[in-house]
């Protein structure tokens, strides 16, 4: 007696694509850790997907610039091209839709270019810019580095990361001397994380560019890393004139962007929101 035939098209979707699925798969295993690169066999264990065809798929996503290699670790990351996809689009849409409106404030305020980067890798990567309207003006763009050692959103990634995982960090890109103020002694570093993680502030003094001043503060929505840095960026000149105040409002502003993303998290000295200045626009 011949057994009945399963009907292959009862659970068959000619419109689905099955290695849109494996993609994704990989994607999302990469994007869950916290570190400066994943290995290979992490990420096949966290998809499921057997290890020949996720180096295919990782092969493949890397020679069209979405995932990069290190090629001292051989560790995989997402690539600034990742993020570049939809700027404001998921994974991060939550968190560009609760920060842009008081990035407008501070742009309204001082007159200097606002900028919210995440962790990639070994680096920060700026995935919302609000350029200053002067003529005279400093700004990051959409998918642009930032190195640890060297920018205020990239002191504030360093400063919550594990010892191991910032010295991890540290030897993929070494510590450049970008200006004659650049921090590139490790135990200078310590001591310079210190003071953010005491005053829940980052300051970039003409450290990766002449004439540059940076302020940033760290981003949290849990009580544990940072999951972007918010800065103000612009002239030496202007923004020493108002460093104290840009300082009070950065870390501020980032208060309230944690609190709104649910993270119960105190970083540093606070004030009340009334004592940040609403109307002041230096010229």
């Known amino acids: 007696m011949r057994k009945a035939r399963k009907n292959p098209k009862s659970s068959y979707d000619k419109n689905f694509v099955g290695v849109t699925q494996k993609i994704f798969a990989v994607l999302d295993a990469m994007s869950q850790q916290r570190k400066s690169g994943v290995p290979l066999e992490e990420i096949t264990e966290l998809s499921g997907i057997p290890k020949t065809t996720v180096h295919r798929l990782l092969y493949s996503m890397n020679k069209l610039g979405y995932v990069e290699q290190d090629p001292v670790t051989n560790l995989y990351s997402l690539a600034g091209k990742f993020f570049e996809l939809g700027k404001n689009a998921l994974p991060y849409q939550r968190l560009t839709a609760v920060a842009k409106p008081l990035m407008q404030r501070l742009l309204f305020t001082y007159g200097e270019s606002v900028n919210l980067a995440v962790p990639q890798g070994a680096t920060a990567i700026y995935i919302l810019v609000l350029e200053s ?150 010229v």
């Not at 990361?161 to 540290?170: G, H, I």
């Not at 104290?244 to 119960?264: M, N, Q, W, Y």
Request: net charge negative.
């Open 133 to 282: 309207p002067k003529p005279h003006r400093l700004a990051a763009w959409v998918g642009q580095l930032s190195l640890l050692h060297c920018t205020s959103v990239g002191k504030c990634i360093a400063a919550y990361l594990s010892k191991e995982e910032r010295q991890e960090a540290l030897a993929r890109y070494g510590m450049p001397a970008m200006t004659a103020s650049t921090i590139t002694s490790p135990e200078q570093l310590e001591e310079e994380l210190v003071r953010v993680r005491t005053e829940g502030v980052a300051l970039d003094n003409e450290e990766n560019a002449m004439g540059a001043i940076c302020v940033g503060a760290p981003i949290f929505a849990n009580d544990q890393q940072p999951i972007a840095a918010l800065s103000v960026s612009g002239p030496s000149i202007r923004m020493s004139q108002n460093l104290p105040t840009i300082k009070d409002a950065v870390r501020e502003v980032t208060h309230t962007i944690s609190f709104l993303l649910g993270s119960s998290r105190h970083t540093g000295p606070r004030q009340t929101a009334d004592s940040i200045p609403h109307d002041t626009y230096p």
